[in-house]
């Protein structure tokens, strides 16, 4: 069984930095593309960044130049960088995996809190 777990969610003052883990585990899997989405509340959810294990990545236009996608593929995790914080990125932060092998399939980790306050 695959399993996501987030971390490194928390309070920030607007301006501070906050870097979002999500790491794969389990067994019988290889991870094509690993993506991270935020939700709001009464907000609809947003895809802010992906990364594929071949190296290309992607941004929401709210989020370019202040957050970093990137991988340890040797440790199945993938990481977000937050720069720059605002108040609008305040969100539950959910990581999101389309996986092959055996136990392919999409999965969804259990999200983590970001809080951008004074």
């Known amino acids: 069984q695959v399993q996501l777990v987030e971390s490194g969610g928390g309070l920030v003052q607007p301006g501070g930095s906050l870097r979002l883990s999500c790491a794969a585990s389990?067994?019988?899997?290889?991870?094509?593309?690993i993506r991270w989405y935020r939700q709001a509340p009464g907000k609809q959810r947003e895809l802010v960044a992906t990364?594929?294990?071949?190296?290309?990545?992607l941004y929401a236009d709210s989020v370019k130049g202040r957050f970093t996608i990137s991988r340890d593929i040797a440790k199945n995790t993938v990481y977000l960088q937050m720069n720059s914080l605002k108040p609008e990125d305040t969100a539950v932060y959910y990581c999101n995996a389309d996986l092959s092998g055996r136990a392919g399939g999409n999965y969804w980790g259990q999200g983590t809190q970001v809080t951008v306050s004074s």
């Open positions: 389990g067994s019988s899997f290889s991870i094509l593309v």
């Open positions: 990364i594929t294990f071949g190296g290309s990545m």
